[in-house]
């Protein structure tokens, strides 16, 4: 039996993607130049990150208002994974 096809696992979301996905994002423009961001290197960032930081999911919108209080309580977390994967993948790629 594929459960895929009897319940909508669509509605399951890792919060922690977005937030890693925002964060990424924000760091590299802040970097500018100075990391690379061929979409090989942004996704291994991502992927990175996410595997460095506890997985937040969700399936309806209060799980979503949940994990953005969780955001506060994890905002360096988060912060601190994106900023080691850019370092990390970025010192790879050179």
Same mark, same amino acid.
Request: hydrophobic share 45%; aromatic share 6%; proline share 1%.
């Given at each position: ?12 979301? $890792? %919060?922690?993607?977005?937030?890693? &996905?925002?964060? &990424? ?24 990150? &996410? $595997?460095?930081?506890?997985? +937040?999911?969700?399936? $309806?919108? +209060? ?6 209080? &969780?955001?506060? %309580? ?21």
């Amino acid at each position: 039996m594929d459960l895929r096809d009897l319940y909508a696992f669509e509605e399951l979301v $890792n %919060e922690a993607e977005r937030l890693i &996905l925002a964060e &990424l994002g924000r760091q590299l423009e802040e970097r500018g130049d100075s990391a690379c961001t061929s979409e090989e290197c942004v996704l291994d960032m991502a992927a990175y990150a &996410l $595997n460095h930081v506890r997985p +937040m999911y969700r399936v $309806n919108l +209060m799980g979503r208002i949940y994990a953005d209080t &969780l955001m506060i %309580e994890h905002a360096d977390e988060i912060s601190d994974a994106v900023s080691e994967a850019i370092e990390r993948i970025s010192s790879d790629a050179e």
